[in-house]
């Protein structure tokens, strides 16, 4: 390390960033380790009727359960995998993992129910993306209309190639959502050409819905936009009684969040499907 301190393009690097960067190889492989070992779940999370409080979908969101390091949230390994590419294969594991699962949830004699699993940017570019979900699909035999991806965005970075995209998911029969709404840079113009089914309203404008005036506002905006343009709505990040009445009221028919239920393992899933439709 003396020896790298002493050259000069490394008097730019504060000891710090030099420890991020050894960090990040570090993770990314241990990331590949664990794709390798099967340290990776993943948990869902279900979304709720509102008024009724009936489950009506369920969001596939990925754990990495590391022997030494415990468990590392998604928001550390997710943005690495994005730059170092490994995104693609770790999203295919996912998507058909997250297939697979609702599909022995159906043989199984559940409620047919959506299941919505995240796909960053990076994916949805990738070439053979939709050759893909067509054969994840056909080979378990799930039909599309019960699968849902949740895109941020940051599709906006390339609004022709990402409207083509989507428009080739959907012809798959599967649904679209918009998640994090509100917190990227999109252009409202733009919205009215993307295929999209759903809006998923941001936390940190639920979190205030109900003390900040402005936040409120801000949601019901939303909501009415989305009934203008014919989306749906649903709120993420739901921790009290009070925003679900707030929601409620102002039209928002499907939420998620503490309040209802962390993000389970299927087996707890399972549970909770038994109760309510029991
Ligand atoms: P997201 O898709 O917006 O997921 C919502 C996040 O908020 C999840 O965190 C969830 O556990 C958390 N959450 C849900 N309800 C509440 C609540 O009431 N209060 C609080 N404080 N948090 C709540 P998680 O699982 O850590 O995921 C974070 C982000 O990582 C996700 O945000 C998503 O962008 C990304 N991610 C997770 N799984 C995957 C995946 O399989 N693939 C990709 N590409 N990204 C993923
Ligand atoms: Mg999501
Ligand atoms: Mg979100
Ligand atoms: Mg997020």
Redesign the pocket.
């Known amino acids: 390390l003396s020896k790298e301190r002493g050259k000069n393009n490394f008097q730019f690097y504060t000891p710090n960033l030099n420890e991020a960067y050894l960090r990040k190889i570090d993770l990314e492989t241990r990331l590949r380790k664990a794709m390798e070992h099967r340290q990776l779940t993943?948990?869902y999370?279900p979304q709720f009727h509102l008024e009724t409080g009936k489950i009506v979908g369920i969001?596939?969101?990925?754990?990495w359960n590391h022997p030494e390091l415990g468990t590392i949230?998604?928001?550390e390994f997710?943005p690495l995998?994005?730059e170092t590419g490994l995104?693609v294969k770790?999203?295919q594991w996912?998507i058909l993992k997250?297939i697979q699962q609702n599909k022995q949830w159906q043989q199984a004699g559940f409620p047919l129910l959506p299941i919505a699993?995240?796909?960053?940017v990076k994916?949805l570019q990738e070439e053979h993306f939709i050759d893909f979900i067509e054969k994840a699909l056909e080979d378990t035999g799930l039909n599309a209309h019960y699968l849902e991806l949740?895109i941020?965005e940051s599709i906006m970075q390339d609004v022709d190639q990402s409207i083509e995209r989507l428009n080739a998911l959907k012809a798959l029969g599967l649904k679209i959502a918009i998640?994090?709404f509100g917190t990227g840079y999109s252009s409202l113009n733009y919205l009215q050409y993307l295929p999209i089914d759903y809006i998923?309203i941001?936390?940190t404008f639920i979190d205030n819905i109900i003390d900040k005036d402005t936040c409120g506002s801000i949601v019901t905006s939303i909501i009415s936009m989305a009934q203008s343009l014919n989306f749906d709505v649903i709120a993420?990040?739901?921790?009290n009684e009070k925003q679900v009445q707030y929601l409620i009221e102002n039209q928002c028919k499907v939420g998620?969040?503490?309040?209802y239920s962390?993000?389970l393992p299927s087996q707890e899933i399972e549970n909770l499907l038994k109760k309510q439709y029991k």
């Open positions: 993943l948990h999370q969001e596939a969101l990925i754990r949230p998604p928001c997710i995998a994005e995104i770790l999203g996912i997250a699993v995240n796909v960053s994916q949740e941020t998640d994090d998923k941001d936390k993420e990040g739901i921790e998620q969040g503490y309040y962390k993000p």
